[in-house]
Each structure stands twice: as structure tokens, then as C-alpha cells.
């Protein structure tokens, strides 16, 4: 593994633990030996973690698209930037950059980059450890959304196993390291 993508807020969020753990899971891609593949901005909790990476002396790639370049302030100080047309364009570049994805707490944009990524390890198209970074419980109410959607019989069990999850970051970034991808058939 040699590069994890991170999705999260272009904000901060309004408790100030989502800025700091934002600051050390990048420490700890670092520690690690890990790049980091971000949507490109320097602003909130996606500036935070670039930041961390490049001052703790990690490469740091950034993807953003054009028309997103100057209202999230892309951040012109990383290993690369990579500026494209389309949010397709972003989403397919980083993931073909990243070895495994995280999602920090965030906004809809947020869930929706991971959600494609965790779809595309439900169909097969990929093997990669899909986690989600559970700070102050940020994302069990998702959990019970899961259960909820297993319950009512449109996502498998299994499904729900895909999805590495931790409230720690150094504990998270372990368990995507020692992941080994399973492929559910969705169809049998």
C-alpha cells in the first residue's frame, strides 16, 4: 500500500476535534510510510490534512476540478497538483492513485466521494479497503442506516463487513494495512 485517498469537509466543522484529527491522520500517513491523495483545497479539515502530511515531510497529491480551483482555494504548495474539467475526472483520478480510501467526518460532497468508492468494492471493480474515520461517533448513525437498509432486505450483510471503521486514526490506518479485499457476488 502506498497511497490512501481522504475524503473529507472543505470546512471545519464546528467542534475543533475535526481539525485536530484531521492534523493527525495525516501525522500518521506519514508515520506509516503512506501518501496522501486529497481533493486539492487548503481549506478546512482538507487543508488541515495536507498540511500535516507536508510539514511531517509526506507527498501529498491533490485533485480538483477547474471549476472548484479558486472557491476551495486549490493549495499550491503540494507534491501535485492535479487540476481536471469534471468531479468525475477528480473522483476516478484519485482513486486510481489510492490503494485505499478514508473518509473523515464531512459534508454530502464527503459522502458521496466514499459512497462511489465503497459501491465500486461491492461490484467488484476494485479490492481496496473502503474506512471511515468514526470521530465522535460521527458515523454510526450511517451504521444504522446500513442496518437499516439490511434490514429491509437491499443491502447484503456482508456488505456492511466491507466497511473498515475506527475512531482512531493510528487503529484505522493500521486495519487498512493489514486488509485483505474480499469480493461478495452481489448476484448469488
Known amino acids: 500500500m502506498k497511497a490512501i485517498a481522504v475524503y473529507c469537509g472543505s470546512s471545519r466543522g464546528i467542534d475543533p476535534i475535526y481539525m485536530e484529527e484531521a492534523k493527525k491522520l495525516g501525522e500518521v500517513l506519514v ?10 483545497a487548503t481549506v478546512g479539515c482538507m487543508g488541515a490534512v495536507a498540511d500535516s502530511v507536508m510539514e511531517a515531510g509526506g507527498k501529498v497529491i ?5 471549476r472548484l480551483k479558486n472557491v476551495e482555494i486549490a493549495h499550491q504548495q503540494l507534491s501535485e497538483l492535479h487540476v481536471v474539467k ?9 482513486a486510481e492513485y489510492a490503494d485505499g480510501f478514508i473518509a473523515l467526518p464531512g459534508g454530502t460532497g464527503t459522502l458521496e466521494e466514499w459512497f462511489e468508492v465503497f459501491t465500486w468494492a461491492q461490484l467488484g471493480y476494485h479490492n481496496k479497503p473502503c474506512a471511515l474515520l468514526n470521530i465522535f461517533e460521527y458515523y454510526s448513525p450511517l451504521l444504522s442506516l446500513f442496518d437499516h437498509m439490511i434490514e429491509q432486505g437491499f443491502v447484503k450483510e456482508e456488505y456492511k463487513d466491507l466497511i473498515v471503521m475506527d475512531k482512531d486514526s493510528k487503529e484505522l490506518v493500521k486495519k487498512l494495512l493489514n486488509h485483505t479485499g474480499v469480493y461478495i457476488d452481489k448476484w448469488r
Open 86 to 94: 469534471t468531479m468525475h475526472e477528480r473522483k476516478a483520478l484519485m
Open 62 to 66: 491533490g485533485v480538483i476540478p477547474e
Open 31 to 40: 508515520d506509516n510510510g503512506l501518501d496522501l491523495v486529497y481533493g486539492g
